[in-house]
């Protein structure tokens, strides 16, 4: 397997082959080895920018995180979550990939792909709402990104439609994992049939606080604090339901309220919402994480009739959106 080192804190910058060996070694990456261009979005913490690789002209989106602010709001380990997540993942067309970190004395650096076509939020609001063909299309994208942080044991915790971004493609780029979780990798473990692929999980995940966006938690999160695989598999069923009704099902004023819903399993589907769509919706957002399918049997569900699961999803044109 390929690997990189992005350390931030490592002074040399290795590539490997296929089979390990280092076949090139330049200087780390920094500041000045590129061009920055315009703003690509902002955070609460952090500033992405269009930036340029000096040496290849190749684009990238640079997420420039503030250290003195990130250390005042206590929020390092976050910080270093979405690295240690972002290098977990690397090499799949669905996840936006990091390429290199770096620092200087005011600001980390993280280089990343690029998604020209942003938010898959935006895209729908300006259509309204996608037919099924789209939505079948971007939730088989979505979700084979999702088999993929899974069964490299991470769990993304705040899937949404802007967390969705697009390539120049049109296809989809997995990005913000700044509030994800990181199980134990199943494949660098010491026992693999420790492996729980329901996500079962640890104490050391209960007891937590809040993370993610109101409108997609999951009931297990809001009633026993703790989110499982299962819980990005209900950001999922959200997703499917508001591509085809180009709203959220759980949405209220505020966020207690919004809370209140989705614990009581509080929405309905407009008229006209597709059978299969629905079938798999109202088999996704079920309260008991045990009970929702799961990553195989969405895969095999009627609504993903004609999609062949794998890299070839990824070679394949994305359909026109209407
Ligand atoms: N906004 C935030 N991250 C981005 C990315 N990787 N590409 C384009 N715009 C972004």
Redesign the pocket.
């Known amino acids: 397997e390929a690997r990189k080192d992005n350390g931030a804190t490592l002074g040399a910058h290795e590539e490997y082959d296929a089979s390990g060996a280092v076949v090139a070694k330049q200087a780390k990456k920094g500041v000045r080895d590129f061009v920055f261009g315009r703003t690509?979005?902002e955070g609460s913490y952090s500033t992405?920018l269009l930036a340029t690789d000096r040496q290849t002209l190749k684009e990238y989106?640079v997420?420039i995180l503030d250290k003195k602010h990130i250390i005042k709001e206590k929020k390092i380990k976050y910080v270093n979550i979405e690295k240690d997540t972002l290098n977990r993942l690397i090499e799949h067309p669905g996840i936006?990939r990091l390429y290199y970190t770096f620092q200087d004395a005011s600001s980390l650096y993280y280089v990343?792909?690029?998604?020209?076509g942003?938010e898959l939020l935006g895209v729908l609001k300006k259509i309204g709402s996608f037919d099924e063909e789209c939505t079948r299309f971007y939730g088989a994208q979505i979700l084979d990104a999702i088999e993929h942080m899974h069964n490299r044991g991470v769990i993304h915790r705040d899937l949404k439609p802007e967390n969705v971004?697009l390539d120049d493609q049109m296809h989809i780029k997995i990005?913000d994992f700044g509030t994800a979780k990181l199980l134990p990798d199943p494949r660098t473990a010491r026992d693999p049939s420790s492996y729980d692929p329901a996500g079962g999980e640890e104490e050391s995940t209960r007891a937590r606080s809040f993370v993610g966006t109101a409108e997609y938690v999951s009931p297990e999160l809001l009633t026993d604090k703790n989110a499982c695989k299962a819980s990005d598999l209900w950001a999922f069923g959200c997703i499917i339901y508001q591509l085809l009704a180009g709203r959220p099902p759980f949405k209220a004023v505020n966020e207690y309220q919004t809370f209140q819903k989705i614990v009581g399993l509080e929405y309905d589907f407009p008229p006209g919402f597709p059978p299969a769509a629905r079938d798999l919706v109202e088999r996704l957002l079920v309260l008991d994480p045990q009970r929702r399918l799961t990553l195989e049997h969405i895969k095999n569900h009627e609504f993903f009739d004609g999609i062949i699961w794998g890299r070839g999803l990824w070679r394949q044109k994305a359909p026109r959106l209407k």
């Open positions: 690509l979005g992405v989106a997420k936006v990343l792909d690029i998604a020209s942003g971004l990005t």
